[in-house]
């Protein structure tokens, strides 16, 4: 079964910093897609950032950057220039063969003045 | 409509009694996801439907739940006999037909089982 670890329950960084979020996955699967998802305190889950599996590059959204290594099994989401409405649950996510979404435990992003 | 949409926003129930909680997936999706979000147990699948292929019902947790999909579109998720443990936000999410990796979420069902 694949598993998603988020280690960090709860990070901060003060506005227009950069943040780094942790994730690391297990799976034997090969093909395989991992998201990033925001999700404020409305409960909408917003996708941030996707990254398939075989694709080498990192993908890039805006401010939001992934640091995909594959081998080591970690995905981690890089937030530059944050800003305040930044804040929220942030999750990381795996999906593959079987479709559903896996998710970790989340982290709660602050971000301060 | 434009997004997925989930009835009712809020349900506050006794012990005991049924629930039925409403989504209505994006236009031409035919893919379709419930999640819960709880305290306890974070976010979890609970099942899948795609097309007319019979639903992966891997993730209900006990036989008190059970879904279904009308018409290829809305769908209900019942939970029967509700416990306090059942508490938690319920996440619908819907797609493309393999289109797996583009997931979009409704804003949930908050259930408070008293």
């Known amino acids: 079964a694949q598993t998603v670890t988020q280690s960090q329950p709860e990070m901060s960084v003060q506005e227009a910093e950069t943040v780094t979020l942790s994730c690391t996955y297990d799976t034997s699967e090969s093909d395989y897609y991992l998201f990033w998802y925001k999700q404020p305190p409305s409960r909408q889950m917003i996708l941030v950032i996707r990254?398939?599996?075989?694709?080498?590059q990192n993908a890039t959204e805006n401010r939001f950057s992934v640091n995909f290594q594959k081998a080591a099994k970690s995905f981690s989401l890089k937030i530059s220039d944050s800003q305040l409405g930044d804040a929220a649950m942030y999750f990381c996510a795996y999906t593959g063969t079987a479709s559903k979404l896996t998710f970790g435990t989340g982290t709660r992003l602050q971000v301060t003045l | 409509g434009a997004g997925v949409s989930q009835s009712p926003s809020n349900k506050v129930t006794e012990k005991g009694k049924d629930v039925e909680l409403r989504c209505d997936p994006i236009s031409g999706h035919t893919a379709l996801y419930w999640y819960r979000q709880s305290l306890g147990q974070g976010l979890e699948f609970l099942i899948y439907f795609q097309g007319n292929s019979a639903p992966d019902k891997s993730g209900l947790p006990s036989d008190r739940f059970s879904a279904e999909r009308t018409g290829g579109s809305v769908s209900t998720l019942t939970i029967q006999r509700t416990q306090q443990e059942d508490s938690a936000v319920y996440l619908c999410a819907s797609s493309f037909a393999g289109r797996i990796h583009e997931q979009f979420f409704g804003p949930g069902t908050r259930l408070t089982v008293l």
């Open positions: 990254q398939e599996a075989y694709k080498q």
